[in-house]
């Protein structure tokens, strides 16, 4: 069965500037999920966040925006928003796990809160005709919490249901929890896609002999540790191409240039690469040699000097 490969939105790093350049130079993913829209009470979207999903700097991606909130109105806006630009469908974020937004009662914070659920999916179901499809964790405090809100989500035609195989208390500590998810199977009549530590394709392929029902698959954090997992997924491999670490520089290359050019000063462009490599370290042969010496790289001038030399000792 050939399965269908997302990219889950991870704020601060999946903008439109970095799905671009993976598509670009990886491919395998089939939709992107943009990072979260969050309007903090005002009903005006933020210029960064217009940006992202406009459809002139998405225009060889397929991508279905986000909201996070825990406000009708705030969603019917955003609804609203979104068709104007064309799209049909809006994914509803209550997976985020950090504590900052987990205690305003949004994303796995609202999971327990089932009532507030309930009326913003009537009022939006009412009031607005957009396809609404949603990234959750299991609870925030126990892996029980999304039992009590399938009930209420079979009130309503939800496109599917992306599960975190996480709390949100785990932020992404510990293991995923694979029996709390089968139980999530046995219980929603809504299509699931799976989510959560897909790092290489042995887990991948674990994961779906564990769940033959599932074939909707969204990738995070193991998409920036490792660009050319999805591909390699797709591709029913484990073999990188011979040029694996030229590819990976251009890449790097182009989304620098491109937060460099984006980002005023030394400072946030230092620590938006810092982000990524925490990531892209992972695919190094020494990751924590490779991470400290970008930590290291106190200019742009030794930065760049420290990534040519880490992509030339493993070429």
């Not at 459809?55 to 705030?74: G, M, R």
Request: neutral net charge; glycine residues 6%.
């Amino acid at each position: 069965m050939s399965a269908t490969l997302l990219s889950s939105p991870l704020q601060g790093f999946t903008d439109f500037r970095f799905r671009n350049a993976f598509h670009k130079y990886f491919g395998g993913i089939d939709t992107f999920y943009s990072p979260y829209i969050k309007l903090n009470g005002k009903l005006s979207i933020k210029g960064s966040y217009e940006r992202d999903i406009l459809p002139e700097n998405n225009d060889t991606l397929q991508v279905i925006p986000q909201i996070i909130t825990n406000d009708a109105e705030e969603f019917l806006f955003v609804a609203k928003y979104v068709k104007e630009l064309g799209y049909n469908e809006l994914n509803w974020n209550l997976g985020c796990p950090y504590p900052m937004v987990a205690k305003c009662g949004m994303g796995s914070g609202l999971i327990s809160n089932t009532e507030r659920i309930h009326d913003i999916l009537e009022r939006v179901h009412n009031e607005t005709d957009i396809i609404v499809s949603m990234k959750m964790r299991m609870g925030y405090e126990n892996p029980t919490e999304i039992l009590d809100v399938f009930p209420i989500l079979e009130k309503y035609p939800i496109k599917n249901i992306a599960i975190h195989a996480r709390i949100g208390k785990q932020l992404y500590k510990g293991g995923v929890d694979l029996d709390s998810f089968q139980r999530c199977l046995e219980v929603s009549k809504h299509k699931l896609y799976y989510n959560g530590d897909i790092t290489s394709v042995a887990k991948f392929k674990m994961l779906q002999e564990r769940f033959p029902s599932i074939d909707h698959f969204m990738i995070g954090r193991g998409l920036i540790a490792d660009p050319f997992l999805p591909s390699m997924i797709k591709n029913d491999t484990t073999e990188y191409p011979k040029n694996r670490f030229e590819i990976f520089e251009e890449f790097h290359d182009t989304i620098y240039r491109e937060y460099d050019a984006y980002l005023q000063g030394p400072t946030p462009i230092r620590m938006k690469m810092l982000g990524f490599w925490e990531y892209f370290s992972e695919s190094f042969s020494n990751p924590q040699k490779t991470f400290k010496k970008i930590k290291k790289a106190g200019n742009q001038k030794h930065y760049e000097e420290a990534v040519k030399e880490i992509f030339k000792s493993e070429q």
